[in-house]
């Protein structure tokens, strides 16, 4: 019996203590990370968005001393003194982003910051009455003219 408890013990503390601390992974801000992009995307600044905005007085810092702390912005947007960095970008099948989360900075006249907001938008699904009006993806194109039944091929396609 106390083997079977000891062997709890271990699968806990090796298996199930690191995926509970994996799910849980905000991580310090590092400007370096921040930066870093794979596949037009930023990996970290999701992690690393609580300990920004928790850690750091963001407000009241100079443009320049915004772009010194997290690089240049995305977007900007001189019609609302806005500037943008990009957390977070999903998509789905098409080019349109599913989900997006950004870090957005107001600025006062003398270009200070004089707030900051975090805004997520995410794309309503479909309704289920809505789904028959979809065009083919080409997705489901390419299986519909792998049928041998149809009347046409491919290849009479590119004959024409």
């Not at 989360?101 to 997520?120: C, Q």
Request: net charge negative; with cysteine; charged share 25%.
């Amino acid at each position: 019996m106390k083997k079977n408890n000891f062997l709890k013990i271990v699968f806990f503390l090796f298996f199930v203590l690191p995926i509970l601390h994996a799910c849980n992974q905000d991580t310090h801000f590092e400007k370096t990370k921040w930066l870093e992009k794979e596949n037009l995307s930023y990996p970290y600044r999701n992690v690393m968005l609580d300990d920004l905005v928790t850690n750091y007085k963001l407000t009241g810092l100079t443009y320049q001393q915004l772009e010194d702390l997290l690089g240049q912005p995305d977007s900007l947007n001189e019609n609302r003194n806005e500037v943008v960095y990009e957390i977070k970008v999903a998509y789905d099948l098409d080019i349109d982003p599913v989900y997006v989360k950004n870090l957005i900075f107001v600025f006062s006249t003398d270009s200070t910051v004089i707030s900051y907001k975090i805004e997520e938008y995410q794309r309503a699904a479909l309704k289920e009455d809505e789904q028959g009006d979809m065009t083919i993806s080409s997705i489901n194109w390419l299986e519909f003219l792998k049928h041998d039944d149809l009347p046409f091929s491919i290849s009479n396609i590119r004959n024409l």
